[in-house]
């Protein structure tokens, strides 16, 4: 099963920028969509931004034209690239990886451990 690595989360300014980085390890062949959910205190985990191995990114409205999602398919890892940020952007950032083909050809979802984006104003 794949093990996912989340880094980059902090604390930073209003208007300030961060980028996160997730890296998928295991016996995996390939992985079909590779994201970001986060969970404010109080509230549901939410979609942030995900890509597909074929590069095709979906965003949550509230992050389109600040937030940028790519992949390094090779690396088997994911970054969110997270510019003028808001004090209601901060959450638990959890990386997550569907559809990962094992070695062994078994198909299942994985999950980070999250890393926490704090955002003063």
């Known amino acids: 099963q794949a093990q996912l690595v989340e880094s980059g989360g902090g604390l930073v300014q209003a208007g300030g920028s961060l980028r996160l980085s997730c890296a998928a390890s295991g016996s995996i062949f390939s992985i079909d969509t590779m994201g970001w959910y986060r969970q404010a205190p109080g509230k549901q985990r939410e979609l942030v931004a995900h890509?597909?191995?074929?590069?095709?990114?979906t965003y949550a409205d509230s992050v389109k034209g600040r937030f940028t999602v790519s992949r390094d398919n090779a690396k088997n890892t994911v970054y969110l690239q997270m510019n003028s940020l808001k004090p209601e952007d901060t959450a638990v950032y959890y990386c997550?990886?569907?559809?990962?083909?094992?070695?062994?050809?078994?198909?299942?979802?994985?999950w980070g451990q999250g890393t926490l984006v704090t955002v003063s104003s």
């Open positions: 890509i597909t191995s074929g590069g095709s990114t």
């Open positions: 997550a990886a569907h559809g990962v083909v094992s070695t062994a050809r078994s198909i299942t979802d994985a």
